[in-house]
């Protein structure tokens, strides 16, 4: 291997930049002066004193492997066997269906049969009544012509019968158009929702857990007892809602380490400072329009900034650079309270990423795809983290799904909006790390998800009959109260989940 670099012949490889992941010269530098690079001979020395450890613990894993191996093979044949079962018995309950539909539309063309005869044998009544009455007229007619009218009584009975077949004609008046008597309604109807529903619980439906993530999360995951969908959430008012003016769309709600709840906007230079009930206690004014915020241990601001690439940290008056991500956009962003790491959603045209930067603003990592090479993102939005298992998730409108990540980078779970899934636009996440589950904004759908840490759909935490409309950013202060802007305010909800 080459020590020499390719695009300055003379210059030695001396560095390796972390998130390109290949060895630099001095002179490419300068092209990396944002990304975490390292000195290739401090970094060999620190890698030959840890391969030997790592290699033996690689080593003593292959016999693990080859007993999951034997496991899988096990596995595969027992489900195989189970399978087999159960489609015998969807065999067996589909002649049964079919023998039971066969049998009930065999006695819908008979109901039917029927009623076309007795309608026939109705419309032969109506008609030989009224040939009577034509009968009868027409031989008072011709009597009339005939005979003189001498006698009284058969005059009289004649005019009274004229008058009630008269009167008859008027009881029968109907517009031209329309039949001489009523032609009986059939109704059939069946929707397509009400063919899948019976069918569904004449059936029956299928359920597979196809446990394909091998990861240690994963499999810990797959373990746990799926949440309920029955979990219910109590919602009240902390305070009343605080208004925003029209124009003013806000872009982040953050609690900084003080305490205080700070409220920026991508469409007014300023961020407001709120107590926890909600008083504003001070205003101000910026250089720029919020996209999103996060705060960091010792009570900075970071502020990512709308509609551009830049990262800016807010320390009092100051305002400074702390990231610049071009030619990408940045979106939400957010920093651990583990170790300080800044993660950031990133966004082109064609392509979404989440950059995962040092404290020193300094990109370390790029997460774009799985390991198993698998797309995560296409528009990432809004970011949060367990602090316990150190997962991230993440909104994305474009997919319409919320993505969850492991710190491998493998994909844990992608939910789709449950019982929403139609009318799902996913626009900001947060983490309850009182009871490990996460609230996800439903923009389209006018809700907020309660959603499980393995991504199973729990329950509605608001949703429109609550006047909650466009839900956008979110926060769960220290008081677990759920802050939500919607349509010109920010309702501060108590929850209670039972």
Known sequence: MSTKCAFHTKEDLVWFCHPCEKLICEKCRKEHSSHFVEETDSLLKGLSSRLPSIIEQGVAMIQDFRRRLELIDTQTDTVEQELSKVKGQLESRYSIIQAKLKAHHEILCRDLDEFIEKAKDRGHHEKKIILDKINILENIRDQCLSEETNDVLKAVQTENACKRLAEDVKGYAKPANEPPFKVPE????????????????????????????????????????????????????????????????????????????????????VIHYYDRNGKKQKTKELP???????????????????????????????????????????????????????????????????????????????????????????????????????????????????????????????????????????????????????????????????????????????????????????????????????????????????
Request: aromatic share 8%; hydrophobic share 35%; with cysteine.
């Open 186 to 269: 059939v109704k059939f109807n069946v929707t397509e929702d009400e063919i899948e529903k019976d069918v569904n619980a004449l059936y029956g439906s299928l359920s597979l857990d196809s446990g394909l993530n091998q990861n240690k999360e994963a499999s810990n995951l797959s373990k746990k007892k799926p949440s309920s969908t029955n979990v219910k959430v109590v919602t009240r008012p902390a305070f009343p809602a605080i208004p925003v003016r029209k124009g003013q769309k806000v872009s982040g709600i953050i609690q900084t380490s003080s305490n205080d709840v700070i409220v920026g906007y991508s469409t007014a230079k």
């Open 288 to 498: 720029f329009y919020v996209q999103n915020m996060t705060s960091t241990s010792s009570g900075l601001i970071l502020a990512s900034e709308n509609k551009g690439s830049r990262i800016l940290k807010i320390d009092g008056d100051r305002t400074e650079v702390f990231f610049d991500a071009s030619p990408y956009t940045t979106h939400g962003i957010l920093c651990s309270n583990q170790d300080g790491t800044v993660s950031v959603c990133c966004q082109s045209d064609k392509e979404g990423r989440v950059y995962l930067i040092t404290s020193e603003g300094k990109l370390r990592t790029i997460i774009a795809q799985s390991y198993e090479g698998q797309t995560l993102f296409l528009k990432p939005h809004r970011i949060a983290e367990n602090p316990g298992s150190r997962a991230l998730f993440v909104t994305d409108p474009g997919l319409k799904t919320l993505t969850a990540i492991d710190k491998h980078h493998n994909c844990l779970f992608k939910y789709h909006g449950g019982p929403e899934s139609s009318n799902f636009i996913p626009i900001d996440v947060a983490f309850c790390h009182f009871n490990n589950t996460i609230l996800v904004s439903n923009w389209k759908g006018n809700s907020v998800h309660h959603v499980g840490e393995n991504g199973h759909f729990r329950s509605l935490v608001v949703c429109q009959k609550d006047n909650i409309l466009y839900p956008t950013v979110m926060l769960v202060d220290c008081l677990k109260q759920l802050w939500v802007s919607h349509k010109e305010k920010i309702t501060v909800l108590k929850c209670s989940f039972n």
